[in-house]
């Protein structure tokens, strides 16, 4: 059981030596949780990948993208699951390693200190647990829709086989072809069925709204609720990708994503702080708020602009709703450092009418 702290810092006197023994022991204790919460994510490690990835599985699912990702490497998808589970297991520590931290610096704060560092800490977890929600819910896929939509709003250029650049284009092939391939045929033949067969009509794909129980060998439909071409083949379901008529087809690195998905949640919540920085300058007295009161229009103009380099997007929701989002934690932040600064005062208040 960690020793507990007295109330008075005053009659807790330690020698150098000791502070680095008791530093010690709670870098260990954190680092231990740390260990068995990394056991905990490394065993739900998939389940935890599929959740980041879901908003990205949505977004190309509703844009007739493929519904993969494609590593650059053969180590990337090893890279991308120990970076996701790692990042699991700090937040799933991350109150014990603050625990830890705070029985550590909590001999040697006073009363109203403890109570100022357990509000802020409180403040803070619950600026944080908005912000990531925020993030996953909201900003997230109207990111990836909005980005998407635009890599795919390219079109494909229709060119006829008649015009100039057809006409050039196939004279350059019929070249090639006679000299790479000479004893190849020369020319193609634009019929695909034998003169003596007549033209068939189409093939029909089935549409189902799941798929069938027990498909046969080789059995073709479309799934309208996973949007997919399927085929069942050798005792399993394969997957025909499908894309959108653009000519542009973004194909996501998983590392990539992995890292966009973090700078837009730390933008987040970097922004969702911001009532907790006022707070601790109301607590210090370091600035008064008539001041923040008085230059509020340069906030406002300020948080436009960090909005720009907190999302890695430049759509145009993130670019809007992210800086009204911060003006208006900025005015709950006022509000909260009003009253942290009345409460200094008339302890500075209190202080010097003791000494006078």
Known sequence: MPR?????????????????EELRRHLILALVGLGIAFLITFWYGRDLFAWIYAPLDIAQNLLDLPRQTYPRSSLGTLTVYLRVVFTGALILSGPWILYQAWLFIAAGLYETERRAAVFLVALSSLMTTFAVLLTYYVFLPATLVFLLMFSTSY??????????????????????????????????????????????????????????????????????????????????????????PSMMVPLIDPSVYLDEVIMLTLGVVIVFHVPVVMCVLGMTGLINPKTLRAKRRYVIFGCFVAAVFLTPSQDVFSNL???????????????????????????????NALVE
Do not use: C
């Open 4 to 20: 507990r702290s007295p109330r008075d810092p005053e009659k807790y006197v330690m020698s150098f030596g000791d502070h680095i």
């Open 321 to 351: 709703a992210l800086p009204l989002m911060a003006w208006g934690l900025f005015e709950f932040g006022l509000v909260l450092m009003t009253w942290f600064y009345r409460k200094h005062e008339r302890r500075i208040a209190a202080q």
């Open 155 to 244: 079109p494909i250029p229709h060119v006829g086989k008649n015009s100039w650049l057809g006409e050039v284009s196939e004279w350059m092939r019929r070249m090639n072809h006679d000299t790479l391939l000479p004893n190849a045929p020369a020319g193609r033949s634009d019929n695909t069925q034998p003169a003596s067969q007549p033209a068939t009509a189409p093939m029909i794909i089935p549409t189902l709204a799941a798929d069938p129980p027990h498909p046969a060998e080789g059995e073709i439909w479309y799934n309208t609720d996973q949007n997919e071409v399927r085929i069942f083949q050798d005792g399993r379901i394969h997957v025909v990708n499908m894309t959108a």
